[in-house]
């Protein structure tokens, strides 16, 4: 089974894979920037991390690729969702809760042990349930590229402002993985959203959580993939 989402406001379908991807990206941060000389610097670091975003897709094997432009038509927001086939889980059956409760430890301890941390859920960790599935959801604050005056940068996972811009121009982002356990299998999809935070973390949080629970499970090679494939 495959993962479709239905994302909030305008987004763009990125093909992955694609040789015209870079000037793609590029097209898509002087839509969401503005081509002036003074938003360089901004344009420049989105135009980056839009392709380090790609770039990690294309590595860790992601399905789907979508880039955000706005939420509404006057609110832009240059977010990331990408989608990953996930991993197999060595649940005792596939019943939804089965595989959630073997899921967890099993995400935890990839997370924390290479760092010699205790496999134990972070404070803003949940778990939901949606239809046939459930969803496990790990939020997480991106570094700030270090202040081009200070050369400091705040330390991980503390929470900037919301909209507040270093003097090298970078946002940071607020990152959520999605488990979302696949209806009848021992499997579990990941869908990887990337926010800046230009809003309230909590606000981007349930943003997020609103892009998880309206997500579902069609079967693979069906009509609706024949006819999406067609458009």
């Known amino acids: 089974m495959r993962l479709v989402l239905a994302l909030p406001g305008r987004w763009f379908r990125m093909p992955l894979g694609d040789p015209a991807a870079g000037e793609r990206i590029r097209e898509l941060a002087t839509e969401l920037v503005g081509g002036r000389d003074d938003r360089a610097g901004t344009r420049i670091a989105l135009r980056r991390r839009l392709e380090a975003a790609l770039e990690r897709a294309g590595a860790g094997g992601a399905e789907q690729l979508h880039l955000g432009l706005a939420l509404e038509p006057d609110v832009p927001m240059p977010a990331v969702a990408s989608v990953y086939p996930g991993l197999p889980v060595p649940a005792e059956s596939a019943d939804a809760d089965v595989v959630l409760a073997a899921l967890v430890p099993l995400v935890l301890r990839a997370a924390h042990e290479p760092a010699g941390g205790t ?46 811009v270093s003097a090298a121009n970078t946002v940071p982002s607020l990152t959520i993985d999605y488990w979302l356990t696949v209806p009848g299998e021992r499997r579990a999809a990941l869908l990887h959203l990337d926010l800046p935070l230009l809003a309230p973390a909590a606000l981007l949080l349930a943003l997020g959580d609103a892009i998880a629970l309206a997500a579902r499970f069609e079967p693979t090679g069906g009509l609706a993939e024949e006819l999406r494939a067609d458009a």
């Open 119 to 164: 496999a134990t859920p972070g404070d803003d960790d949940r778990v939901f349930a949606a239809g046939r599935s459930r969803i496990l959801r790990r939020p997480a604050v991106r570094d700030v590229q270090a202040d081009a005056s200070t050369g400091n940068a705040p330390a991980s996972g503390t929470a900037p402002a919301a909209g507040t």
